[in-house]
């Protein structure tokens, strides 16, 4: 006989209204999960070592801590109790209902989640717990798998949410089994390049919500904030236009992002000269200069180039084409290109300027942040496209054309 529990119902009777949605404290963190934290579910935060991991959920813990009438436990499996408690101090994630427990027993694990029922877990990290009952290192394929099933089994239970601390291996990829990241309900990448303090969050899966959004931080010596407008990151402050600048608008998401590319060309004392980049493909510079001297009439094939974005921007997709050869032939000419001017498109070996996806998306953001002229690739639709009030639109087809819209040909 089955128990009420295994017995199936139709859909139409099964109730949601426990399914309330937990806010993490951070609006970016909850647009990633798709308006934040359902109960039950286990979420996977993966990255690389001292990106910030911990202390994003430390603060997470800490919002929900002070704004939920229930309790929070953080485990650590790596850190002490009073290591974890100077870091809440610093990052000021300290609450009563904020509890910390130091651990790499599971059945502990489990026992602390069971005895207090908080309104939402963290395990740091799934690779430090080890279970009694099975064999393996801590981390091993075994090991993480037993680790996983037991957590997961215990939130759906309970209905209690859990987050896992993940680690990854020196490519990238999340350490132990995939089946890892099968079982959990979200998987989210936290990345970002040391050296700069931007940070973004990534859903690679997501059951409760899209998969195509982004969230932006910033890291600090205070811990992590969130960066709401992501404009001013990417972009110089300099107010008077400089040579060798152009701005662009790329896609991550469902989000436009301002990039400003910026070139520097300059004689060449070596036999080979130089192509240096940042936030660029440098097989895609090397291509592009090709083409600029091809079809654009600029000969930088005997120049050094260097070529950069800000702020740890990356400029990568194929629409960022049109504004690296606009920000070379800038330099190469002297000619600033006004600050009030975007471009976007794909370069061909041919010099065609080719269409971009979700034009009227990047177009619009450009308005909002203040941009009155933008060069564009012409439209493939046989209606014509639609117009942002307080943008000029200028639709170009060759490299050629485009040089000459922008003043820098």
Known sequence: MLSAEAQAQPITQVGTESMTRLATGFEEFDRVLGGGVVPGSVILVAGEPGIGKSTLLLETAGNIAKASEGSVLYISGEESQAQVRMRASRVDAIDDSLLLAATTDLGTVL???????????????????????????????????????????????????IMLVGHVTKDGAIAGPRTLEHLVDVVCQFEGDSQTALR?????????????????????????????????????????????????????????????????????????????????????????????YRHGRVNLLTKDLYVSTIAGGLAKEPGCDLAIVAALASASSSKPIAKTTCAMGEISLTGQVRPVPQLAHR?????????????????????????TPGLEVVEVSTLADALEALGVR
Do not use: W
């Open 111 to 161: 026992g602390l989640i069971e005895q207090n029922k908080p309104a939402l877990a963290i395990v740091d990290s799934a690779q430090t717990i080890t279970s009694q009952d099975v064999d393996g290192i801590s981390g091993g394929s075994t090991q993480v798998r037993e680790v996983a099933s037991a957590l997961i089994d215990v939130a759906k239970t309970y209905d209690i949410p």
């Open 200 to 292: 973004m969050l990534h859903a690679a899966k997501n059951r409760f919500g899209p998969t195509d959004e982004v969230g932006c931080f910033d890291m600090s010596g205070q811990g992590i904030e969130e960066v709401k407008d992501p404009a001013g990151l990417f972009l110089s402050t300099s107010e008077a236009p400089i040579e060798g600048t152009c701005v662009t608008f790329t896609l991550d998401g469902h989000r436009s992002l301002p990039i400003e590319v910026q070139a520097l060309v300059t004689n060449s004392v070596l036999p080979t000269p130089r192509r240096n980049t940042n936030g660029i493909d440098a097989n895609r510079l090397a291509m592009l200069a090709a083409v600029l």
């Open 363 to 387: 177009l619009s953001e450009a308005a909002r942040l203040g941009f009155t002229r933008a060069i564009v690739p012409v439209s493939r639709s046989s209606r014509a496209p639609e117009r």
